[in-house]
Structure formats: C-alpha cells, structure tokens
T-cell receptor
C-alpha cells in the first residue's frame, strides 16, 4: 500500500515547455487534489476532483489543466511553463471530503514534485 | 473569504518543554480542521482532524482543540523531543468538497 505516489520527484523546464505531473493513489479514495507550495504563501489549491469524472478549479488554476483519468489517477498539466510556476507541487486524496467518520475526511499527501522553470 | 493564520512563524524550545501552536481562521463556518506535520523536503502527514462538532482530539503527546466561535485552534505538544522538529500546518475545510485552506505554518525546533 504505497498511498499517494507522485512522479517525477524533480523537474527542470525551460520557459514555454510543457509537462505533465502524475499522481496515483491506491487507497480507493474518491476525491483528489493538486496544491502548490511557495515560500511565504503556504499551500494553495490549484484544481480538485471531488469524484471520478469531475474536476473543478481551485484558488490558482491559471496556466494549468487537469485530467481525472480514472479513480486512481489525477494528472496536472502545464501547457506552456512560466518561471512563476516554479514551485513544489503536492497531490492529495481523501476517501470522502465530508462525513461523520473523521478518518474518511483525512487528506493524504504525496511526497511532492519540485519544479523549476528557467 | 476564509483566511488562516498561524502564529508564531517559528519557535525554538528546549527538549522536554510543553508548547502550544496557534491557528486562527476568519470564517467560523467550517466542516473540520486538520493539523499536519511537514519535514524538510517531504510531503505533509496528517496529525489530527477535528470535526466542527468536536472540541478536541488527542493522539499520543498531541492534543488539538477547536473553538469555532472565536475562530481558533491550538495544537498542544507535551514533553517535546528533538524528533518533533518540523513545520506544523493547520488547514480548514470550509466547503463540501474537501478543499483545504492552509495557514503558512509554524516551524518548530526542539533543541537537545
């Protein structure tokens, strides 16, 4: 049981290049999220998928697209990378966003992808 | 718009001391509040989750409290150890989709 797995762990891009960050969870969770973490800004939500087949914008969606490929996988794509997208990206998942049982609401995070755009 | 603030930004204490980390939020209409730990260069690990109907949760040496009316939560760490050194983040779930609003974290250093 690996939890939430993100690939790659590190990436360096040139301005204008594109790439896809991959995320997979093996906990049969329904909801998945993409955050970015920047110094002094904390973690901010980029996109989320409340359930398989649905995606919605978070706080900072500009410059990104997502795909909920199936229940396990949720990818984040940068179509034309910019230096402002240099950040650490985290994927997270939860069995259910809300519920009486608190353990179903806990968000589990991957180890992160450290992205530099030159 | 929900905003989450954590004070102090950094804290250094000697080993064995009991300590309190603070988290405040501007909108009391929350579903739950979670405390996470983040080690340098690593992801986030959930420590405690408090539902809006609860006042506190405990796990080992950790105790988290929630006062919705005043918009505050505290994380109490008893008998701190050097292994507790990390950044502690609180996050509020205000909607029905699990979207979390994070504070900027408190970086804790416990000196041997």
């Amino acid at each position: 049981n690996a939890g939430v797995t993100q690939t790659p762990k590190f990436q360096v891009l040139k301005t204008g290049q594109s790439m896809t960050l991959q995320c997979a969870q093996d906990m049969n969770h329904n909801s998945m999220y993409w955050y970015r973490q920047d110094p002094g800004m904390g973690l901010r939500l980029i996109y989320y998928s409340a359930s398989e087949g649905t995606t919605d914008k978070g706080e900072v969606p500009n410059g990104y697209n997502v795909s909920r490929l199936n229940k396990r996988e949720f990818s984040l794509r940068l179509e034309s990378a910019a230096p402002s997208q240099t950040s650490v990206y985290f994927c997270a998942s939860t069995r259910a966003p809300l519920g009486v049982q608190a353990d179903k609401n806990i968000q589990y995070f991957g180890a992160g992808t450290r992205l530099s755009v030159l | 718009k929900q905003e989450v603030t954590q004070i102090p930004a950094a804290l250094s204490v000697p080993e064995g001391e009991n300590l309190v980390l603070n988290c405040s939020f501007t909108d009391s209409a929350i579903y739950n509040l979670q405390w996470f730990r983040q080690d340098p260069g690593k992801g986030l690990t959930s420590l405690l989750l408090i539902q809006s109907s609860q006042r506190e949760q405990t796990s080992g040496r950790l105790n988290a409290s929630l006062d919705k009316s005043s918009g505050r939560s505290t994380l109490y760490i008893a008998a701190s150890q050097p292994g507790d050194s990390a950044t502690y983040l609180c996050a509020v779930n205000s909607g029905n989709t699990g979207k979390l609003i994070f504070g900027q974290g408190t970086t804790l250093q416990v000196k041997p």
